[in-house]
């Protein structure tokens, strides 16, 4: 875990997203969103944009802040018909996640184009997503995990 821990808040995620927004240049017909960090992208831009085809994919990564030696990716929805898919996700860490997500699309739907987004994405990390917004400067307490908590 990195040292300081950096809250980051409902309005910064949303004038975040409006930045990510400005940057997606590529058109798509379905939005994936990796559970759980993804989740309320996938559904805000898939508000914004107007797109039903909205689905999630599931990946545990992390137990806690610990992270797994091994990424496991299931709940892999039916994509068959899609031809453009934008996967997004908060936060391209180490860059596991998405890795073994597009391996197991690409396997999978051998014919589509996957592109992908985050909100943050640390430069050390072995993939980087096709469109993000800032580098962590800490570890991110995410409102969505610690909110209900407080």
């Known amino acids: ?33 990796i559970a759980r960090g993804g989740l309320s992208m996938a559904q805000m831009l898939g508000e914004y944009y107007g797109l039903r ?31 453009t898919v934008l996967i997004v996700d908060d936060i391209v860490d180490s860059g596991d996640t998405l890795v073994e997500v597009l391996k197991v699309l690409h396997e999978k739907y051998p014919a589509v184009t996957f592109f992908s987004a985050s909100l943050f994405y640390k430069k050390t990390a072995k993939i980087a997503p096709t469109w993000f917004v800032k580098e962590p400067k800490g570890w991110i307490d995410f409102f969505w995990s610690v909110d209900l908590r407080k």
Not at 4 to 21: C, N, P, W
Not at 56 to 80: M, R, S
């Open 53 to 83: 085809d909205v689905y999630a994919i599931n990946t545990i990564g992390y137990e806690d802040n610990q992270k797994n030696e091994f990424v496991e990716v299931f709940n892999i929805p039916d994509l068959q018909s899609r031809k």
């Open 1 to 33: 875990m990195m040292s300081s821990e950096i809250y980051y808040a409902y309005e910064e995620y949303k004038q975040d997203l409006k930045v990510l927004i400005s940057y997606i240049d590529q058109p798509f017909d379905a939005i994936l969103g």
